[in-house]
C-alpha cells in the first residue's frame, strides 16, 4: 500500500512539472502571438493601400511590359512552403504537410520547393520533392528584412526564368481556434483592374519605372504578409495546444489525487482495523 | 484658402500620419514639386528628403521621409513609405 501511495505521489510531482512546462509555454506563446499578430495587421493597411494603387493604375496594356505582372507561358512552379520553426503546436505542420502533398501531386508540371521554416526535415521528404533551399533562420516574429531576403530570392527566380510560376503555400489565420491552409498565387501578379474608368494620370518618372516599382512593393509585402500570417498562426495553435495540454494535466492531477485519498484512506481503515483486532484477541485472552 | 488636401502617409510597419492641408511640397529624384488643390490625379516616385506642408492658414510642417511612391487623385494625397518622420523645422 505504501508503495502504490509513493507510486502516486511520484507521478503527481512528475505531471505537476510537465504542467509548468506547458503553461509557461502557453504564456510564452501567447506573448508572441501577440507581437506577431500586431506586425501583420500594421502591415495590413499597407498591403491594402499599395494594391488599391496598383489596381487603380494597371491596364492590360500597360501590364504587358512589367515582367511581375505580364503573364508566361508556365513550364516550371515554383512551391513555397511556410512551415512552423517547431513542433508542439497540434496539427498546425502535419495539416499543412498533407495539404502540400495533395497539390503537388494534383499537379503535373515541373515544380521546385522552397521551404521557410525549421521544423520537420524529415517529414517533408516525404512530399518526395528536392528542396531547392530551405530558410531556416528567421526570428519567431519575421521583420521586414527578413520578409525582402525571401521576396529577393524568389523575385530573382522569377525574373531569371528559373521558374515562371510561384505559388506560396501557408496556414491561413482565421482566428486563434481555426487556420486553414491556403494556397496563393504569387507570381505572375494579376491586379484586380479598377472598375472605375481610367483617368488620365501623370506619371512621374514614367509609367514603366513606376509599375515596376509599385509592383515589387505589393511583391514584398506580399510575401512579408504570409510569413507574419503562417508566424501567427503557429504562435496561436501552439497556445491553443498548451492550453489543452494543461487542462489534461490538471486533470491528471485531480484524478491521481483521488486516488491518492483513496489509497491513503483503506491504509488507515486497515491499520484501525489491525489495531481493533489485535486488542479484541487481547480482551479475549 | 481652407486645407482642402487630405495627405496620408503609411509606413510598412503600420505607422499611419495623416492630416488636412492646403498646399504639399513633395521631393522626387529631378527635384521637388508643389501640390494645390484640384491638382490632376498623378502617380509619382518620392525620393529620400523631407516633405512640407501648409496647413491651418500659414503654418508649415515637415515629414522626413525615405523613399516611396506617392498617388494623388481627388484632393487625396497617399504616401507609401518605408520610414517616416514628422520633424517640426
Known amino acids: 500500500m505504501a508503495n502504490s501511495m509513493r507510486a502516486i505521489r511520484t507521478r503527481i510531482r512528475s505531471i505537476e512539472t510537465t504542467r509548468?512546462?506547458?503553461?509557461?509555454?502557453?504564456?510564452?506563446?501567447?506573448?508572441?502571438?501577440?507581437?506577431?499578430?500586431?506586425?501583420?495587421?500594421?502591415?495590413?493597411?499597407?498591403?491594402?493601400?499599395?494594391?488599391?494603387?496598383?489596381?487603380?493604375?494597371?491596364?492590360s496594356a500597360k501590364a504587358d511590359k512589367i515582367p511581375l505582372?505580364?503573364?508566361?507561358?508556365?513550364?516550371?512552379?515554383?512551391?513555397?512552403?511556410?512551415?512552423?520553426?517547431?513542433?508542439?503546436?497540434?496539427?498546425?505542420?502535419?495539416?499543412?504537410?498533407?495539404?502540400?502533398?495533395?497539390?503537388?501531386?494534383?499537379?503535373?508540371r515541373e515544380k521546385e520547393l522552397v521551404v521557410v521554416g525549421r521544423w520537420g526535415r524529415e517529414q517533408v521528404a516525404q512530399l518526395h520533392q528536392e528542396v531547392l533551399r530551405r530558410f531556416d533562420t528567421f526570428a519567431d516574429t519575421p521583420n521586414p528584412e527578413e520578409g525582402r531576403e525571401l521576396a529577393d530570392f524568389l523575385l530573382q527566380r522569377y525574373l531569371d526564368g528559373a521558374c515562371d510560376e510561384i505559388v506560396l503555400v501557408y496556414q491561413q489565420f482565421i482566428s486563434v481556434l481555426t487556420q486553414e491552409p491556403t494556397s496563393l498565387k504569387l507570381l505572375p501578379m494579376k491586379p484586380k483592374e479598377s472598375e472605375a474608368p481610367l483617368r488620365?494620370?501623370?506619371?512621374?518618372?514614367?509609367?514603366?519605372?513606376?509599375?515596376?516599382?509599385?509592383?515589387?512593393?505589393?511583391?514584398?509585402?506580399?510575401?512579408?504578409?504570409?510569413?507574419?500570417?503562417?508566424?501567427?498562426?503557429?504562435?496561436?495553435?501552439?497556445?491553443?495546444?498548451?492550453?489543452?495540454?494543461?487542462?489534461?494535466?490538471?486533470?491528471?492531477?485531480a484524478k491521481l489525487s483521488l486516488e491518492l485519498n483513496h489509497a491513503r484512506q483503506s491504509a488507515i481503515t486497515t491499520e484501525i482495523s489491525e489495531i481493533v483486532g489485535g486488542a479484541n484477541a487481547l480482551e479475549k485472552k | 484658402m481652407a486645407d482642402a488636401i487630405h495627405l496620408c502617409a503609411v509606413t510598412q510597419d503600420g505607422r499611419s500620419w495623416e492630416r488636412q492641408v492646403s498646399y504639399v511640397n513633395l521631393p522626387t529624384e529631378f527635384g521637388s514639386f508643389g501640390i494645390l488643390k484640384n491638382h490632376a490625379p498623378m502617380l509619382c516616385a518620392l525620393a529620400k528628403g523631407t516633405?512640407?506642408?501648409?496647413?491651418?492658414?500659414?503654418?508649415?510642417?515637415y515629414l522626413r521621409i525615405s523613399d516611396g511612391i506617392s498617388n494623388i487623385a481627388d484632393n487625396e494625397i497617399t504616401l507609401l513609405l518605408s520610414d517616416l518622420e514628422d520633424v517640426k523645422t
Open chain 1, 20 to 59: 509548468q512546462i506547458t503553461l509557461s509555454m502557453r504564456m510564452v506563446s501567447a506573448s508572441k502571438l501577440r507581437r506577431s499578430q500586431l506586425a501583420w495587421n500594421s502591415l495590413k493597411e499597407y498591403d491594402k493601400v499599395s494594391r488599391d494603387i496598383l489596381s487603380g493604375v494597371c491596364t
Open chain 1, 69 to 108: 505582372l505580364k503573364a508566361r507561358e508556365v513550364r516550371r512552379v515554383c512551391y513555397v512552403l511556410f512551415l512552423g520553426s517547431r513542433g508542439l503546436c497540434g496539427g498546425y505542420n502535419q495539416q499543412l504537410l498533407r495539404f502540400a502533398r495533395a497539390m503537388l501531386d494534383a499537379d503535373s
Open chain 1, 200 to 253: 488620365d494620370l501623370i506619371f512621374e518618372p514614367d509609367a514603366e519605372t513606376l509599375l515596376q516599382k509599385l509592383s515589387d512593393l505589393v511583391l514584398h509585402n506580399a510575401v512579408y504578409a504570409a510569413m507574419l500570417e503562417a508566424q501567427t498562426g503557429e504562435h496561436a495553435a501552439r497556445m491553443t495546444a498548451m492550453t489543452a495540454a494543461t487542462d489534461n494535466t490538471e486533470e491528471l492531477i
Open chain 2, 51 to 61: 516633405v512640407k506642408y501648409r496647413y491651418d492658414g500659414d503654418a508649415v510642417g
